[in-house]
């Protein structure tokens, strides 16, 4: 496995790939790796004959307030873990590297980032879009693979990817869950033991969600309050939004449609956790 922490050398890397008839495989990560990160690596792996990983924390896609300096990092256990699951090359670049001095330019998608965390995290998305166009045009991928967990985020990703007609597919992977239920993800780090076991109440309140649709229950209304009242069993969790929506268009729904989002974000502590289920109603 090579490790490549220069952007030109990327670049004339994938490029020269590209010309051998070969396909890349992407997996864009921020590091700290776990097993929904492996279960893209696998995935691509599947499909390609090459894998890139890039381990980058983005800066931009970060609040003043949030935790991009604490954000969780291993660089050694992130190399391991691509290499024992199949990457053949990690794209490791710093922030310099990916926003040199006099960097101007930033990628927006407007409406589908109106919602949802983009409601609640200002300028998060412009970061995600930003970043993921820069890496799209360094790695030069036929694929590229995000995780379920980040739903609204995988929309924005492939809408950015089909205006700026891009020439990649985007693949959206199933969600990777801990024995408990919690949605995998590199911030469950920070979590308690207690705390991680209250989070449970998050997927639990979504399995909640699918039994009353599976009754019956087709109003909006009384779903989201039903889960509100199993996750408030669990004072400690804060919720930011319970939304049930259109997938494609991410606007909610009053009434539920033939296939409905239905997604969720809450703190627990300093910890921002979110969690989605796709329902079929047909």
Known sequence: MKVVKNSKEMLRISSRIKESGKTIGFVPTMGYLHEGHISLIRRARRDNDLVVVSIFVNPIQFGPNEDYKKYPRNLRQDR???????????FCPDAKQIYPKGYATRVKVSGLTSYMCGASRPGHFEGVTTVCAKLFNIVRPDIAYFGQKDYQQAVVITRMVKD??????IKTMPIVRERGGLAMSSRNEYLSPQQRRDAAALYESLKEAKKLIRSGCRESAGIKAAMRRMISKKPGIHIDYITIADPETLRSQNRLGAKSLIALAARIGRTRLIDNVLVDCE
């Open 164 to 169: 700026l007609n891009m020439g990649l597919k």
């Open 80 to 90: 391991k873990i691509a290499r024992d699951k199949g990457c053949d090359i990690i």
